[in-house]
């Protein structure tokens, strides 16, 4: 069975840090991509960023690109979304989600997401 | 002001059919990049419940269907029923922005 559990969220003030982690399990996590996605309260799925299956190319959402980092640990099944300079606007839950292949966007298994709060 | 849009609701009774549209332009839907369709019933992650424009993942039963054409994808959703109740997201990659992109979503209401 394949499961995503997010951590690492809270509430933190503007122009803070925040470290989120994805722990994977029920398959070869080495062989997929992997992308977060974040929803403001009461608002549409916003895409966030997608890395490769070896870590080795990452992509960014224009609304974070140069603030946020993806990065993972395929020998302990892990990702991890460094946020920095953090904004009111980056307000969500932020799910991690497996993407169904190479090449395609789908995302086929979702984590049940993490709760970042901006505020001061 | 999602890239890619859909009706912000829709309504039907339990047995009908009813269908979620989502318009794009020639730099995502009509430059052959690939539609998906998700389902987030209240309080939950999204649900991937149609892939590739047309395919169903195991386990999504064969009252959901999608199709793609010119400009615009549909999702269809036959013999309603209340567990239906649910917001519904198009989701795509767009060239213009190298970047996936979400509908805005639309609510679906079982009267």
């Known amino acids: 069975e394949v499961r995503l559990l997010e951590s690492g969220g809270g509430l933190v003030q503007p122009g803070g840090s925040l470290r989120l982690s994805c722990a994977a399990s029920?398959?070869?996590?080495?062989?997929?991509?992997m992308s977060w996605v974040r929803q403001a309260p009461g608002k549409g799925l916003e895409w966030v960023s997608t890395?490769?299956?070896?870590?080795?190319?990452?992509y960014y959402a224009d609304s974070v690109k140069g603030r946020f980092t993806f990065s993972r640990d395929n020998s302990k099944n892990t990702l991890y979304l460094q946020m920095n300079s953090l904004r009111a606007e980056d307000t969500a839950v932020y799910y991690c989600?497996?993407?169904?292949?190479?090449?395609?966007?789908?995302?086929?298994?979702w984590g049940q997401g993490t709760l970042v709060t901006v505020s001061s | 002001q999602s890239v890619l849009t859909q009706p912000p609701s829709v309504s039907g009774a339990p047995g009908q059919r009813v269908t979620i549209s989502c318009t794009g332009s020639?730099?995502?839907?009509?430059?052959?990049?690939?539609v998906h369709w998700y389902q987030q019933l209240p309080g939950t992650a999204p649900k991937l419940l149609i892939y590739?424009?047309?395919n169903r993942p195991s386990g999504v039963p064969d009252r959901f269907s999608g199709s793609k054409s010119g400009t615009s994808a549909s999702l269809a959703i036959t013999g309603l029923q209340a567990e239906d109740e649910a917001d519904y997201y198009c989701?795509?990659?767009?060239?213009?922005?190298?970047?996936?992109?979400f509908g805005g979503g639309t609510k679906l209401t079982v009267l």
């Open positions: 989600a497996k993407n169904l292949g190479a090449g395609t966007a789908s995302l086929d298994f």
């Open positions: 029920g398959f070869t996590f080495s062989g997929y991509a």
């Open positions: 890395i490769s299956s070896t870590g080795g190319y990452t």
């Open positions: 020639s730099s995502n839907i009509v430059a052959t990049y690939d």
């Open positions: 590739g424009n047309t």
């Open positions: 989701q795509s990659y767009d060239s213009s922005l190298s970047a996936v992109v």
